[in-house]
């Protein structure tokens, strides 16, 4: 059973900008970190943000700073990815994740969502 | 090139034991940060495995285990079962980079 629910994938030109969600159908989400794990296609998995219970602790991967945005919803249990100046190179699958946070360098993620693919592409 | 340096591909027939190496380095693995394991299926959601080293998630069968020693840590599968065919990667944290890392994935084949 899929616990992490995501939308907001599609084709975009480059520099332009896309949104995406994942929505937790459980009554925990406020109580876990989350993170963002993208993968292009055939290639690994590669980290791409974090965001603490609250929202107000954030961390990106230096290929994304200053572009995307990592931030979330508790009242509506809904983790958000905005993405601006997008690059062909940010072509990918984006994975949310919910993480389990032992400390600012222990993280695990034990609940994925299926998936958005997101193309840059003129 | 991966920081964490996984085979590309294992394989075998079922009933076998395989294991799957990451090799690190003195940044990551090796400065003593715990690797986790994630089961990937193209498609579908990847699924946790090992966590914390040699720590097997709820509902996940005891043929999986998981170790560290020095700058490396393996994943084990004993009793390789077709259901078992999936890509494999491990994950852990890069002081010097100041990010996570996951290794390239290895490709689980079952003869």
């Known amino acids: 059973e899929l616990q992490l629910v995501q939308s907001g994938g599609g084709v975009v030109q480059p520099g332009g900008s896309l949104r995406l969600s994942c929505v937790d159908s459980?009554?925990?989400?406020?109580?876990?970190?989350m993170t963002w794990v993208r993968q292009v296609p055939g290639k690994g998995l590669v980290w791409v943000a974090r965001?603490?219970?609250?929202?107000?602790?954030?961390k990106y991967a230096d290929s994304v700073r200053g572009r995307f945005t990592i931030s979330r919803d508790n009242a509506k249990s809904t983790l958000f990815l905005q993405m601006k100046s997008l690059r062909v190179e940010d072509t990918a699958v984006y994975y949310c994740?919910?993480?389990?946070?032992?400390?600012?360098?222990?993280?695990?993620?034990?609940?994925w969502g299926q998936g958005a693919l997101v193309t840059v592409s003129s | 090139q991966s920081v964490l340096t996984q085979p590309p591909s294992v394989s075998g027939a079922p009933g076998q034991r395989v294991t799957i190496s990451c090799t690190g380095s003195?940044?990551?693995?090796?400065?003593?940060?715990?690797v986790n394991w994630y089961q990937h299926l193209s498609g579908t959601a990847p699924k946790l495995v090992i966590f914390?080293?040699?720590s097997r998630p709820s509902g996940v069968p005891d043929r999986f285990s998981g170790s560290r020693s020095g700058g490396s840590a393996s994943l084990a599968i004993t009793g390789l079962q077709a259901e078992d065919e999936a890509d494999y990667y491990c994950?852990?944290?890069?002081?010097?980079?100041?990010?996570?890392?996951f290794g390239a994935g290895t490709k689980v084949t079952v003869l």
């Open positions: 994740a919910r993480t389990i946070y032992y400390s600012s360098s222990d993280n695990w993620f034990d609940s």
């Open positions: 459980r009554s925990t989400f406020s109580s876990y970190w």
């Open positions: 965001v603490s219970n609250d929202g107000g602790n954030t």
């Open positions: 003195g940044s990551n693995i090796g400065a003593g940060y715990n």
């Open positions: 914390d080293n040699n």
């Open positions: 994950q852990s944290y890069d002081s010097t980079l100041n990010t996570f890392l």
